[in-house]
């Protein structure tokens, strides 16, 4: 059984950057079949597509938020990271890591959320 | 990249039927079958209930169906349930890489 667990920070200041680790367990993240996804959902309100990455380190970021984010791969740790630049409160969310079988879109897989506030 | 349009509450009686719409436009919905649903309890992590417009996940109930027509993907809880109770969210791809979530409607079983 797969599972994903995000950890970092719970709250960030404006304008610094936000930093998120998913831990992926029960299954390799090299595995040819998936796309490693970050979305996030604002406090009452639906769910946004942040981007993926696939095992060899290609991207694919949502485009209202390309210019601030990059996600990166850590297949030695079965690990992939959020970094999202120059936050502000509106950034303010529960971010989940989840499995996107690629080239079907449809994410099977989720961690658990976690809440990122930013303020100071 | 506008997110999908989908009624914000539905409500049914136990035991009956609903559906959920989720309109997007013939750069999404409309072209692709790749529409995914999404059951999200109060709390709790998105569940993948339906993907590829109508194919559903081993363990989730046969009352869970979707189907598409056009631009318009529609999401249908049969024989509703009180633990059917929750928000649902549709997803589509939308071409190049990208993906787009509707914004999601609150299931509220009377």
């Known amino acids: 059984q797969v599972q994903l667990q995000e950890s970092g920070p719970g709250l960030v200041k404006p304008s610094q950057a936000l930093s998120l680790t998913c831990t992926v367990s029960g299954g390799s993240i090299s595995s040819g079949h998936y796309y490693w996804s970050w979305i996030r959902q604002h406090p009452g309100k639906g769910l946004e597509w942040i981007g993926y990455?696939?095992?060899?380190?290609?991207?694919y970021y949502s485009p209202s938020l390309k210019s601030r984010v990059t996600i990166s791969v850590d297949t030695s740790k079965n690990q992939f990271s959020l970094k999202l630049s120059s936050v502000t409160a509106a950034d303010t969310a529960v971010y989940y890591c989840?499995?996107?079988?690629?080239?079907?879109?449809?994410?099977?897989?989720w961690g658990l959320g976690t809440l990122v506030t930013v303020s100071s | 990249q506008s997110a999908l349009t989908q009624p914000a509450s539905v409500s049914g009686s136990p035991g009956q039927s609903i559906t959920i719409s989720c309109t997007g436009t013939?750069?999404?919905?409309?072209?692709?079958?790749?529409v995914s649903w999404y059951q999200q309890h109060p709390g709790k992590a998105p569940k993948l209930m339906i993907y590829?417009?109508?194919k559903r996940p081993s363990g989730v109930s046969n009352r869970f169906s979707g189907s598409k027509s056009g631009n318009t993907a529609s999401l249908t809880i049969s024989g509703l349930q009180a633990e059917d109770e929750a928000d649902y969210y549709c997803c589509s791809y939308a071409g190049d890489t990208s993906v787009v979530f509707g914004g999601g409607t609150k299931l509220t079983v009377l």
């Open positions: 590829e417009d109508n």
């Open positions: 990455i696939y095992h060899s380190g290609t991207t």
């Open positions: 013939s750069s999404d919905v409309g072209s692709y079958k790749l």
């Open positions: 989840a499995r996107d079988r690629a080239t079907a879109y449809y994410f099977d897989y």
